[in-house]
């Protein structure tokens, strides 16, 4: 288990999800204007990585780029080259590769890192990612709802602070079994993580607050008003957030 200082910055500010994104303002999710917001206003950020099929590092939430793009197809059959061509919703924006995001928020904001590989191939994505992380001198995470994910990072990059997503996974097509282990965190002695992230939608649930009493930093996501960030707090060391701004300078800003 890391020791608690070293992860104290993961619980001192909220956590701005996909960046502090404003759809009204032409500032969309996982955008380089979403991510400029945040480190103005200081707060550390949240993003979504995925493989590109130059196995370049892209970073987008969704499989599909419809919803946030209009296009069809898939992100993973787009080349780097492809994307930049690519905008955001109804903005100037366009989708990021991941060293450009680096290169912009240089370590002023930590970042928490959600690995996408929902086809449950580990290994191109992570393997890819960490050659990006490496050498990156800022704070920073990774996390993923897949066990298997954060093991290819405890056994290639140990040193490299971890994070075990869960939910109630209802709706997600998964065996009845596996939905189990994971939302129990169960497959927890898999990924050894040193902290956890759950669904605020669930809490209070026990087996999220039973690795809190273990020592665990319980991360609540992703609340969308101070009323859900009030109440996520009676459980969680901290919250990621969408859709309004939280004070930067305390855990119990309300």
Known sequence: MREKWDLDWLIRIPIAHRGLHDKSAGIPENSHAAFERAVKNGYPIELDVRL???????????????RMTGHQGVIKDYESREIHRIKLLDSQQTIPLLIDVLDDIAGQVSLIIEVKNEDHRVGPLEKALWQRMSSYKGKYAIVSFNPFTLKWFRINAPKVIRGQLSSDFHGERLPFYMKFLLRNLLMNHVSRPDFILYDIRCLPFWAALRERKRGLPLLGWTTRSQEEHIKAMKFCDNVIFEGYQPPVLSRDPY
């Open 52 to 66: 590109l099929r130059d196995s370049e590092v892209v970073v987008f939430h969704d499989k599909s780029l419809e």
